[in-house]
């Protein structure tokens, strides 16, 4: 029961466009940035997305990150094989007064 | 480059204590954060604390508060995360990771991560 909803699962072909949503709450999305993450397989996590929609070097413009209101997604365009990984999106709740994470998405490339 | 290097995995009965270590290199003074995410088998990532490697100031999410201490050694730039009561639930990858110098900067590096195993 993570305090951000994410599908748990998306796919897509090589070269297709996929999308991740991520919503959340007034107290974390809706007030603060959002960070996404990338996991691939058996290794630790990799910020992908910074500040909503920020990359870090050496991060392909082939990802992009957009908010509105309480929600955000994750755009990977020209998908290919080595995007299969685990994506998580994540922002600060200020009620909490800690990180929150979504649930995570599994991403196939088919 | 920033290089978070953690600790070596660790099995554990219920009802131990576990204390991992994260040593980070490449930082030129101690404006920065740890933070300490854990990944349970199969699950999703859990923020558990943070420590400020400039005063030692923690904040850790209220599901452990009690039972989780994270110090640091400024002379050494390792950053420590201590839990007790461990319970088989508490099986799960350990990570630290840096950031900003406040309790809500975002992660830039992570460590690789520790496994910890709670099993009679």
């Known amino acids: 029961q993570s305090v951000l909803t994410q599908p748990p699962s998306a796919s897509g072909t090589p070269g297709q466009r996929v999308t991740i949503s991520c919503s959340g709450s007034n107290s974390n999305i809706g007030s603060n940035y959002v960070y996404w993450y990338q996991q691939l397989p058996g290794t630790a996590p990799k910020l992908l997305i910074y500040r909503n929609n920020q990359r870090p070097s050496g991060v392909p413009d082939r990802f992009s990150g957009s908010k509105s209101g309480t929600s955000a997604s994750l755009a990977i365009s020209g998908l290919r094989s080595e995007d299969e990984a685990d994506y998580y999106c994540?922002?600060?709740?200020?009620?909490?007064?800690?990180?929150?994470f979504g649930g995570g998405t599994k991403l196939t490339v088919l | 480059q920033v290089q978070l290097v953690q600790s070596g995995a660790e099995v554990k009965k219920p009802g131990a204590s576990v204390k991992v270590s994260c040593k980070a290199s490449?930082?030129?003074?101690?404006?920065?954060?740890i933070g300490w995410v854990r990944q349970a088998p199969g699950q999703g990532l859990e923020w558990m604390g943070w420590i400020s490697a400039y005063n030692g100031n923690t904040n850790s999410a209220q599901k452990f508060q009690g039972r989780v201490t994270m110090t640091t050694d400024t002379s050494t730039g390792t950053a420590y995360m201590e839990l007790r009561s461990l319970r088989s639930d508490d099986t799960a990858v350990y990570y630290c990771?840096?950031?900003?110098?406040?309790?809500?900067?975002?992660?830039?590096?992570w460590g690789q991560g520790t496994l910890v195993t709670v099993s009679s």
């Open positions: 990771a840096s950031g900003g110098p406040h309790s809500s900067s975002w992660y830039d590096y």
């Open positions: 994540a922002a600060w709740d200020d009620s909490l007064s800690n990180w929150v």
């Open positions: 490449g930082y030129t003074s101690t404006s920065y954060g």
